[in-house]
């Protein structure tokens, strides 16, 4: 064989050899680019152990308790990136994914005054007793709260000083003082408002069966209003002198209760051999930049707790 057709052979030889040695170098081709278009993987919700769906009225599986965990792959895997597939959209026109709560409506503040006249708080309990007590004569004093028109059924669910529920009492007097009245015997609740307003709370499930189980309970009978004489406690006005600067506040507020019933007692005695206070004054701030807070003793008047003392 003459060594012309030698380099022949040899050429043909080495051909595959150079292609299979250009497909173990490493470089792969790159793999389709989509320069437009928006791609989504699809989200898996994971709910951990023990979180239990709360069955609705009918029966059926509601909401879920407890955290839940947001995954595009199940835990403990490597990410994948996701493959392209289906009709690539141009992004000029696709709308763009929205943001959680991007739509939800801004919630109104409400802005309701009341208009009757500003008196204090025990003028207003002592228009408010009669029809409590006609409501149920074993009937206890809860609150005495001066509200924004309308916002009964929320005092129970919410802070003293909420801006939407109170309005305050500048000099201790409100237009829309709120009676929020116990009947053990009933286990029932009453809110009882000057402007003439009356709501059963029990009905529209604005009270708990555990406050309804505090109100019952025999040391709290000093708050019947039957045998409650109102000329024995501080009013609302004598009050606001002893506050200083917060008291000439336009967004102080004041309110009568009830702390054991209500779950904030047993507040601490006025004096070391006294005893625990059934009924007290909170005054507030309704600026909620302001979480202010100070405690009298009803019978006494004296400070019982000041969150704004150093």
């Not at 696709?94 to 005054?113: D, Q, R, W, Y």
């Not at 005893?275 to 405690?295: G, H, K, V």
Request: glycine share 10%; with cysteine.
């Amino acid at each position: 064989m003459n060594q012309q057709m030698t380099r022949k052979l040899l050429a043909f030889l080495l051909i595959p050899t150079l292609a299979l040695a250009g497909c173990d170098s490493g470089t792969q081709p790159a793999a389709p680019t989509a320069t437009t278009g928006l791609l989504s993987t699809p989200t898996t919700t994971l709910i951990p152990e023990g979180a239990l769906p709360i069955p609705t009225k009918d029966g059926t599986p509601g909401r879920i308790t407890g955290p839940t965990i947001s995954s595009a792959e199940p835990l403990g895997s490597p990410a994948v990136p996701p493959t392209p597939s289906g009709t690539i959209v141009d992004s000029s026109s696709a709308p763009l994914p929205s943001t959680p709560g991007e739509s939800a409506p801004t919630p109104t503040p409400v802005t309701a005054i009341g208009t009757g006249n500003a008196i204090t708080a025990l003028k207003a309990l002592e228009q408010l007793k009669p029809i409590a007590l006609a409501w149920q004569k074993d009937a206890r004093l809860g609150l005495l709260s001066n509200i924004r028109p309308g916002q009964q059924k929320s005092l129970l669910g919410t802070t003293l000083g909420d801006p939407n529920v109170n309005e305050p009492t500048p000099g201790g007097k409100g237009r829309n003082w709120t009676l929020i009245a116990f009947s053990p015997s009933t286990k029932g609740a009453v809110a009882i408002s000057t402007d003439g307003t009356q709501l059963d709370l029990v009905k529209d499930g604005a009270v708990t069966d555990e406050a309804l189980t505090r109100f019952n309970a025999p040391h709290l009978a000093s708050l019947n209003l039957s045998t409650l004489n109102s000329s024995q406690l501080v009013d609302s006005d004598a009050l606001f002198a002893k506050m200083g600067e917060q008291g000439k506040s336009q967004t102080t507020g004041i309110a009568l209760l009830a702390p054991d019933g209500l779950g904030l007692g047993p507040l601490p005695t006025p004096s070391p051999a006294g005893d625990s206070p059934q009924l007290a004054y909170e005054a507030f701030s309704t600026d909620p930049t302001r979480q202010t807070f100070i405690f009298f003793d009803a019978r006494t008047g004296s400070i019982i707790l000041d969150s704004s003392a150093p």
